[in-house]
């Protein structure tokens, strides 16, 4: 699968965003090893805590059936589903990746226009908690 076509079907997630306080909109399509690609979209909830980003939601989707073992994600974002600026996965996002991803886990950002930027995991988590300090 391209990155463009994984870019487009992170946009479409993205239309499906619940953001009613943030406006801001974020898709996100996670390919797994088994050529399976799960969407996940930005769920916002007034108490704030609750709100879960459309990485961790493509994630759980994928895991929740049966999935482990991914390739890459593509990710986009923007107020009002206008993606004019790189929108990278926030934190904690991050380290869900780490749990289920290796290193070279490719991480491609997508924008309205312009070249996708890729990242490998360990490039914006470095250092990252694992299994291993357990």
């Known amino acids: 699968m391209t990155d463009e076509r994984l870019i487009a079907l992170a946009k479409q997630a993205a239309s499906f965003a619940y953001a009613p306080y943030s406006?801001?909109?974020v898709g996100a399509a996670l390919l797994a090893e088994s050529?399976?690609?799960y969407l996940g979209c930005n769920i916002e909830n007034a108490a704030f805590g609750p709100t879960n980003c459309a990485e961790r939601t493509?994630?759980?989707k994928a895991v929740s059936e049966g999935e482990r073992s991914f390739c890459a994600i593509a990710i986009v974002g923007g107020k009002r589903g206008v993606f004019d600026a790189l929108?990278?996965?926030?934190?904690v996002c991050r380290q869900v990746m780490?749990?289920?991803c290796a290193p070279d886990f490719r991480v491609i950002l997508g924008t309205d226009s312009g070249e996708p930027r890729v990242y490998p995991l360990a490039e914006l988590l470095p250092l990252s908690f694992s299994k291993a300090q357990l």
């Open 87 to 91: 929108c990278p996965p926030c934190g």
């Open 35 to 37: 050529g399976k690609v």
């Open 98 to 100: 780490a749990e289920f």
């Open 23 to 25: 406006g801001f909109t």
């Open 58 to 60: 493509a994630f759980f």
